[in-house]
């Protein structure tokens, strides 16, 4: 095999800002893996507080560059249990290579990843539309310019009940509310049932990642699901938020591919946990590999296409928030690489 790399800085339409922070672009490596006529393609993410950056992907992929190129690669499974022992400390650099080697095997086979996956392409789950924290002004601005029938608003404020209060006024759109771990257990606890018959769907990670024992309590009262996200990061987290969270959001960089997302998917469905899957923001690259997953989960977040100012590849199409794949081998996607 041989394998190349590209480092991006894509930026946003407008200034994205969750409870951690605001960026205007987002910083990306895309990786190429070619083998005989097929060329497969992944991409990785660089988020801030997980302290991977894209030079430090490119670090790692440059020092072990011959023996990513020399595996014998057959599939995809074999080949992710390599790549995690060669670079035990890096999952998104894991994920970028895995993907691309899903995207090869989905050629190779002749299959698009969906019907690898054995998926029942009769089950339909909606996207949402991410609308980051803003002024309410600029908040309804977006929403207004981007019709959609659900929504998922980033939250964290001291003004999060006026905010949505406000953003109801102007839609039926069900809504999603992600918190990005920024309320106390007490905050989580008044607004909750407040945000429940503003008719929110669900509250992605109200509380910090290693706060249990609040999460505990919100379980316990909460009238609407909780889902994880930074407290369910690995393969190992699945399991550990059984009890404390109804459902889990897998985030394919985080766990470090499409491989390990699959048995943690499984080990979610064993727990009768709901099982979401979200975007870090991706190009049509890495939202693809999201998409292909769309038949086996109950909601998902690949907004990353729509949310950017620029992409690099083609292959999906949005409509008023139905997202559909070409149905070609692989990730089925074109790129400009």
Excluded at 36 to 51: K, L, R, W
Excluded at 77 to 98: G, I, K, T
Excluded at 232 to 237: P, Q, S, Y
Aim: glycine share 6%.
């Amino acid at each position: 095999m041989k394998v190349t790399y590209r480092s991006l800085n894509i930026p946003f339409k407008h200034p994205f800002t969750i409870s951690k922070g605001t960026k205007t672009h987002q910083p990306s490596l895309v990786v190429k893996l070619e083998l005989g006529p097929y060329s497969g393609y992944g991409e990785a993410p660089a988020i801030q507080y997980y302290n991977i950056t894209v030079e430090q992907m490119i670090e790692d992929l440059e020092k072990k560059k011959i023996f990513v190129e020399k595996f014998a690669f057959t599939d995809p499974e074999r080949y992710w249990h390599y790549l995690h022992h060669l670079f035990p400390q890096n999952p998104f650099l894991v994920s970028a290579l895995d993907m691309a080697g899903w995207d090869l095997f989905g050629q190779i086979k002749q299959k698009p990843l969906y019907k690898l996956f054995n998926a029942d392409t009769a089950k339909v789950v909606l996207t949402d539309y991410t609308i980051g924290i803003d002024t309410v002004e600029r908040m309804v601005e977006k929403m207004k310019e981007k019709p959609w029938p659900v929504y998922k608003i980033k939250l964290g404020t001291a003004r999060d009940i006026s905010i949505v209060e406000e953003l109801r006024k102007h839609t039926d759109a069900v809504f999603r509310v992600d918190a990005n771990a920024g309320w106390t257990t007490d905050e989580a606890m008044g607004k909750i049932p407040v945000l429940a018959k503003l008719g929110v769907e669900f509250i992605e990670q109200p509380l910090e990642k290693d706060n249990w024992d609040g999460m505990k309590q919100l379980y316990e009262k909460s009238p609407v699901p909780l889902i994880a996200d930074e407290s369910c990061v690995f393969e190992k987290d699945v399991e550990k938020c059984s009890g404390y969270f109804h459902g889990i959001n897998i985030k394919l960089t985080k766990c470090s591919g499409i491989t390990p997302a699959r048995r943690m998917i499984a080990r979610a469905r064993e727990l009768n946990m709901k099982v979401m899957m979200g975007s870090m923001n991706e190009s049509t690259i890495g939202s693809s590999a999201i998409a292909h997953f769309m038949p086996q989960l109950d909601f998902v977040d690949v907004d990353g296409p729509l949310l950017l100012a620029e992409d690099i590849a083609t292959g999906l199409v949005y409509d008023f928030g139905q997202v559909k794949v070409t149905g070609a081998p692989g990730l089925g996607i074109v790129a400009e690489f």
